[in-house]
């Protein structure tokens, strides 16, 4: 809420950077000036601008004495933090607690968040992902951004110039939540000293500038800091540590002069200080080319058969299609698959591994060409197809059996019988004889039955009508049988009898006495 | 190490510190 309304609730600035891939990494400029302060008077201030042409591939915030430095608040030299990756140039980077070392600020160091300070507003600088150069005030959210996140982060005191404008009122009211408290902060922005700063020009490359100095005796003060870096067509820049802080190391050697004197005084002596801001050279991408080349001022230079630009893909990776594996030495292809790119198939005749191997089928087989294989023609089998059929069997792998009538032989190939001899056939005279006098004799039979009428009824039905009678007839005399020995039972069991008084029989007196005589009762 | 003559750190700049006022506060924004 202390930014400028015209900015609305835009902090920073972003400005892509430069790629010169042609040019050198750096230009590194020494500069005396004469400075000439409110009061009039002069001073001559000696320095460098340092021109950066490709910083996302050739800048990097490192730790102090490499990584893991701020977690165990170490400090160290610019020129041996500088030699553990080779810086070209370095110089101090952001600000540090004096007494313990401590990191202080956001820090992220090629991509790995070493600090995050919450959203403190404070300057920052940054580079993120895709190349972007970033001035300004951020918020924990920027900082923890993941679409596009940063991958070298640093913080500063105080926004020097924005959009090529000093903005270093604004800065101070965005800083300090209290103006009254501004006071020892407007004495650290009008104090000449050494200084440090980075911003960035028209084209986006990045420009580092230190200029040497000791606290209120030599130096710059900000507002001089911040037109000098305007006179020089820079954008924008945030102010970084100075004071005895203040360090330029260019190729590993110390390249500024000191504030701080050594103990015992009579020399001027590097601080050992905190982060540092370091140009190396291009970095290839991926830094280590994959494992599979060298890197090359950011280019990488890939070992045969591995494919530019980062060395992560084989040259012949889409090339081999379904019947190859691309290798360092081109396509290997697959058994049966032959030529550059692995798309032909094995000329006729061979097969295998590189097509080296030399096909057995015979009497016209066709070779697979990646296991050798044969397929044989009908009327032929075996491992090479150099059986025929065996008898009664045709076809293709001679697994149909033949339907002849009479032990005919058949075609090996088409199954059609043959009712002659067939000398090739290894039949033997006899046996064809005995099936030509079999086929003649059917054939004959077949005519007479054609010839002759149909009777009305089959022997068969005739068959079934005979039977059917002759059961019956069993069946009738059987039963006549049971009931004839049912009577002869039945009179046996019925022995009683009874007399009856007759009068006369066959012409007896009427008076006439009892007869014994019998009657029949059925 | 003994041929580094390490700084006595007497040049000390800094935007924000005690010994000059009352201690302050950096703003933070989420």
Redesign the interface.
Known sequence: D?QPVAHGTVTHETQAASKHSNSPVLESNIFISDITDDSGTHRWVSGHITEVHDPLRSVSVLEPGGPGGCAHNHRE?VEVTAKTRKCLVAQNGG?FD?HTGQCLGNIISDGKLVRNS?????AQFGIRKDGTLVFG?L???DILDQENPFVQLISG??WLLRKGEIYINESIQ????KTQ?T???R??VD?I??RTAVGHDKEGKLILFHVDG??DVRGMNLWQVAKFLKDQNVMNAINL?????ATYVLNGSLASY??????P?K?R????ISTVLCIHERLCQPEDCSGHGRCVEGQCVCQHGWSTPGCANLTCQAECGEHGICTENGCVCDAGWMGLYCSQVCTAGLYGDGCNQTCTCANGGSCDPVHGRCTCPAGFHGDSCEQECPIGFYGLNCKQLCQCQDMCPCDAATGSCNTTYQGERNISLHRAGHCLATQMWREWRQEEEAQAPRPYLSEQSWLVVCSILATSLLASLTGNLIQTCRKCKARRQRADYSYLPLGEINGATERGEMKSGKVLFQ | CKDIRHSSDDDLLLPYTKSHGPSHSHRYVR
Do not use: K, M
């Open positions: 202390c030299l600000y004096t919450g959203g403190i507003q404070n005030y918020s924990e959210d005191v105080v965005a800083e300090c939540d408290e006071g020892n902060f004495h650290f104090v000293s050494a000791q606290t540590d100075g004071g005895g802080s000191p504030s701080d004197h050594c103990n005084s020399w002596c590097p601080r050992a």
